[in-house]
């Protein structure tokens, strides 16, 4: 599998109140489990099946996400900062594994 890659992209700073949007990608095969290798082996299912961000330890987005999502799943929502602080954005893939970024943001 290639490296699994996540992108985030926002704005640096923000006036207080403001909402701002987010845009996120992440690199990721997102294999459904219903396909089979050359050899008729069903390929295992290896999907990110959520997706959170934080913004100063305070959830701001959550989704779960299901098989027929594509790969390289891209999410784009908004969000209001009323301070300066950190967003941490996490994807879980099935096999358990963890992907995370942080993006900080400052007041204008």
């Not at 490296?3 to 987010?22: C, D, M, N, Y």
């Not at 997102?30 to 999907?47: L, V």
Request: charge should be negative; hydrophobic fraction near 35%.
């Amino acid at each position: 599998m290639a490296a699994v890659k996540p992108r985030v992209k926002g704005p640096k700073s923000a006036s207080a109140g403001e909402v701002i949007t987010i845009k996120t990608l992440i690199s990721h095969p997102m294999e459904s489990g219903q396909r089979k290798d050359n050899d008729g082996n069903a390929i295992p299912r290896q999907i990110i099946n959520k997706f959170t961000c934080e913004f100063n330890g305070q959830m701001v987005f959550s989704c779960d996400i299901d098989p027929a999502v594509s790969a390289n799943p891209y999410l784009e929502f908004t969000a209001k900062v009323n301070e300066a602080g950190s967003f941490k954005f996490t994807w879980v893939d099935d096999d358990g594994s963890v992907y995370t970024d942080e993006k900080e943001i400052a007041l204008k």
